[in-house]
């Protein structure tokens, strides 16, 4: 597996559940994944007007993708976190849901962000994120 080195950089502020910066060895290979959103796989939205549970659908999701390509949230290095709101209680519901989970493990870099509007009707949240992508294990049977 790919060291990831995450650091708290003990000089600034201590931030809330993430890290400073996140380094990723050279020749690691990097996922860049699309905006996860809080549809299900017929594409209809999961929790209209409930923050959290569009969070947690959007978490699935993203994990869900990620292990479509050999890695998982334990893997991400950065993320940012969209939200439709402008006071920053509605950011906590979806910041909660995140530190909560998989996805909030390392812990990685993220930006948690408030905006007036996302792609899809009635859609909350939005997280994009930057992954490694290990290398398959190889074992002595696999070699042969």
Avoid: K
Wanted: glycine share 10%.
């Amino acid at each position: 597996m790919t060291p990831i080195h995450r650091t708290t950089v003990p000089t600034l502020f201590p931030p809330p559940g993430y890290a400073h910066a996140a380094v990723v060895e050279a020749g690691a290979r990097l996922a860049f994944m699309a905006g996860s959103v809080p549809l299900d796989p017929e594409g209809n939205l999961v929790g209209e007007g409930d923050v959290p549970r569009q969070t947690a659908q959007v978490i699935a999701n993203l994990d869900e993708a990620l292990r479509a390509i050999g890695s998982d949230l334990s893997q991400v290095v950065a993320s940012t976190v969209y939200v439709v709101g402008g006071e920053p209680g509605v950011l906590s519901e979806a910041w909660e849901v995140v530190c909560a989970s998989a996805l909030h493990a390392g812990p990685h870099t993220s930006t948690l962000l408030g905006t007036t509007c996302l792609g899809y009707p009635g859609q909350l949240v939005e997280i994009t994120a930057t992954a490694v992508v290990p290398e398959p294990a190889t074992t002595p049977e696999a070699a042969r």
